[in-house]
Nanobody, 123 residues
Framework: QVQLVESGGGLVQAGGSLSLSCAAS????????MGWFRQAPGKEREFVAA????????RYADSVKDRFTISRDNAKNTVYLQMNSLEPNDTAVYYC????????????????WGQGTQVTVSS
């Protein structure tokens, strides 16, 4: 069982930056691939970024590539999402997710989810 708690959301102007964190419980964090997803009002949850268990592999949605960076610190049981050059279209609730796998998943096929943190980008 893994519990995930996101933090770092907030209100920012377009062009600004935010850094999200997701703290995981348990001793086996390094055995989980991690992902960030987001869901805007009236829209389906969509993939943002994912990282492999070791942190050596990452994947990004085209819409955030070159603006967002996913990273992890297995010693701190935490995964991060650094978001730069934010746009109003990035406004959503951001969720982190975990799956015990060697692979990187860009779909919502994750086993554990956090409660989400709101990111609002004003124009």
């Amino acid at each position: 069982q893994v519990q995930l708690v996101e933090s770092g959301g907030g209100l920012v102007q377009a062009g600004g930056s935010l850094s999200l964190s997701c703290a995981a419980s348990g001793r086996t964090f390094s055995s989980y691939a991690m992902g960030w997803f987001r869901q805007a009002p009236g829209k389906e949850r969509e993939f943002v970024a994912a990282i492999s268990r070791s942190g050596g592999g990452t994947r990004y949605a085209d819409s955030v590539k070159d603006r967002f960076t996913i990273s992890r610190d297995n010693a701190k049981n935490t995964v991060y999402l650094q978001m730069n050059s934010l746009e109003p279209n990035d406004t959503a609730v951001y969720y982190c997710a975990a799956r015990q796998t060697l692979l990187i998943f860009t779909t919502t096929d994750y086993d554990y989810w956090g409660q989400g943190t709101q990111v609002t980008v004003s124009s």
